[in-house]
């Protein structure tokens, strides 16, 4: 088995949140083992990104959302929240994305 072949099966969903604390159009900011993760409940549907903006590594978790993306509060570059590409600048790098799923109660992140 590849070494890339070897993370991935060591990638498992963890639970980050109850779905009752993250209603819809707000965010919050989990850690994950060393990753700092944002998971946005985007009109009432789930998204899970870096919390670290590519442009100057500043956290995003105090960034407006709008429909799909969420923006910078430092110098207001946007990101798309399923893909994690930057739209526009002074971002150019995407951030990381995550798998994200609803298991009864609770929002799992895959990591
Ligand atoms: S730190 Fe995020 S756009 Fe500059």
Redesign the pocket.
């Known amino acids: 088995m590849s070494t890339e072949a070897n993370a991935a099966a060591a990638a498992t969903f963890t639970p980050v949140l109850k779905l009752a604390d993250l209603p819809a159009n707000t965010k919050k900011a989990v850690q994950v083992g060393a990753r700092c993760i944002l998971v946005c409940n985007n009109n009432d549907k789930l998204f899970a990104i870096s919390n670290v903006?590519s442009?100057?590594?500043?956290p995003l978790e105090r960034g407006r959302m709008g429909n799909g993306w969420i923006a910078?509060p430092?110098?207001?570059?946007r990101f798309d929240l399923a893909t994690g590409a930057a739209l526009n600048l002074?971002?150019k790098l995407p951030v990381a994305t995550y798998e994200v799923r609803v298991s009864g109660d609770d929002i799992e992140v895959l990591v």
């Open positions: 903006c442009h100057n590594e500043k910078c430092v110098h207001g570059a002074p971002a």
